[in-house]
């Protein structure tokens, strides 16, 4: 009952990824994801290639079924965390944040699945020149990884695919089984979902950030940045001092300043949601609790099933 | 194989409605899309009164299927357009950019069904108490009606179906039978379709506009004007100017006074794509060709059937 390129490719259950989100997604959530049958995914944009190597471990000794980890090229010891994935036998890697010719070949002849991360048809097609598995297109909704363009998952997904012929994975404002289904409608083969498993029990987010995900509504997360690296933020003090900074026509360098270092880890994994970067999905709007990530997968499962059934007996 | 709510309140064939674009949407589209199962509508926000009267005789002396006008409330001389939507006996109103229950009961009173557009959640929930019929529930990809919380639509629809019962229809981002049954999807008992319809042989759009839209790529279209009110651009010299006028800070009164008056007759009606206002949905990225209204539908429902066999075949 679901679209099958995806699946097969990764030997999953579910057409289910989770976005790799720093701060959030570590060996608990990873395996906890991979356990239920969707594709757990480790974050090791957040961890020191000692850590990641730890997760890594931890993640396999939790889980047999196959799970990933997401590495943004821009990350400053790259080659270190490559390295470890290889020698780990990781048997998928998405990949974001950078030009996805660098490490696939490398990857792919170590027995790595590669996945790059776009948000815009150009690099979409590029990533299919590099010869990549496939890709997650992510839309203007999404926590992060967001297009200086825009646009939306919705018109995203139609748009990429219509440029590439590779397998393609819809990331950005999905967060429940009937968001899934829409997805497939528009042709994707699988969904990546981020913000709905920052609260779940075992992301390894702060509880402080967990609870302003559940608190958050409309209107309350903002595209910004993009000057610098476009990322959605709730709209918290931190954000308020970067929207007068913004409002008084400020230069990159300021806004550079003004973010400073560490400000995703204080308020995602510190807890300090006046002072910390909260990076999140504008789907927050729409979740409402805390739960086992099993659980999460079950929900999005029940309803993606009961929505198919409604539109199945339309005469 | 559509969802009933809808065709069965407004007694039309396919769950199209046509948006009621300013200087786009006079008797000859909405006669076309109505005669071609969906729902044509008049935009009565660029007619004077006279005007608005000769569009709605045209239309029904051009089709004997249901039609509606859409009436923009803050319109200066809203009394006189409601009134001769009454005399005329429109059978289906779509108010929008006011108040609910300013002229809701009025025209019930008077045997119209009553149709609000919305961006929000809050906004969706007086619709209800105020009595209409229907909500239309605009995300921020489309070209107008959008909403300062910026909430797409697919965040927007699950969002706004969680707190209304009454029938749903889903609009932005949606040009083609695939964004169709996503929506349907997602829980939407109906579209509401503009930007593929500017792009049609019956729109009264200048052809220059027309070409804009299908030229349009990836990131040419920006929310914009949100201290006036809300809408979405196609980025030529006139956004460029209001760009760089933003860039200094203006004040809300220098943006109003770049505005001026008639700057989107004079790009959308016009065809002065320089200078114009060009107001258009992000999804004109997705739009390649002037076509008839009767075979944008019909492409519309032929893919809708075709995505729709492919996902009741899986098994």
Same mark, same amino acid.
């Given at each position: 009952m679901f679209p099958k390129k995806i699946i097969e490719l990764l030997q999953i259950q579910y057409p289910i990824i989770q976005a790799g989100m720093i701060w959030c997604s570590g060996w608990e959530l990873a395996s906890a994801v991979s356990n239920a049958g +969707?594709?757990? !995914? #480790? +974050?090791?944009?957040?961890? &020191?290639? /000692?850590?990641?190597?730890? /997760?890594i471990k931890k993640c396999k000794a939790n889980t047999s079924k196959p799970f990933a !980890?997401?590495?943004?090229?821009? &990350? $400053? %010891? #790259? %080659?270190? /965390?490559?390295?470890?994935?290889?020698?780990?036998? !990781?048997?998928? !890697? #998405?990949?974001? @944040? +950078?030009? $996805?010719? @660098? &490490?696939?070949q490398l990857l792919k002849e170590n027995g790595c699945k590669v996945i790059h991360v776009v948000s815009n048809v150009k690099f979409a097609i590029k990533c299919q020149e590099a010869g990549v598995d496939a890709i997650v297109a992510e839309g203007f909704e999404a926590g992060g990884h967001n297009g200086r363009e825009e646009t939306t998952t919705l018109c995203l997904i139609p748009l990429v695919k219509k440029h590439i012929n590779i397998p393609l994975i819809a990331a950005g404002g999905i967060a429940t089984g009937r968001a899934m289904l829409s997805m497939f409608a528009l042709g994707a083969d699988a969904v990546q979902i981020g913000s709905r498993f920052v609260a779940s029990i075992e992301s390894s987010a702060h509880q402080n950030f967990k609870n302003s995900v559940v608190d958050a509504k409309e209107g309350d997360t903002v595209l910004t940045l993009k000057e610098i690296t476009p990322v959605r933020l709730i709209k918290n003090k931190f954000y308020n001092d970067l929207a007068a900074t913004y409002n008084r026509s400020a230069s990159k360098q300021e806004l550079i300043e003004l973010l400073g270092k560490g400000r995703a880890k204080k308020g995602m994994f510190e807890g300090n949601t006046d002072e910390g970067e909260l990076e999140i999905g504008q789907v927050s709007s729409n979740i409402d609790n805390i739960l086992p990530a099993s659980q999460i997968i079950e929900e999005i499962i029940d309803e993606y099933k009961s929505s198919l059934m409604e539109i199945k007996q339309w005469d």
């Open positions: +969707g594709l757990g !995914v #480790i +974050g090791s944009g957040s961890m &020191y290639p /000692h850590i990641l190597r730890e /997760h !980890v997401n590495v943004p090229l821009l &990350y $400053p %010891d #790259i %080659d270190s /965390h490559i390295q470890t994935i290889i020698e780990e036998k !990781v048997p998928i !890697v #998405i990949t974001s @944040a +950078g030009n $996805p010719k @660098a &490490y696939t």
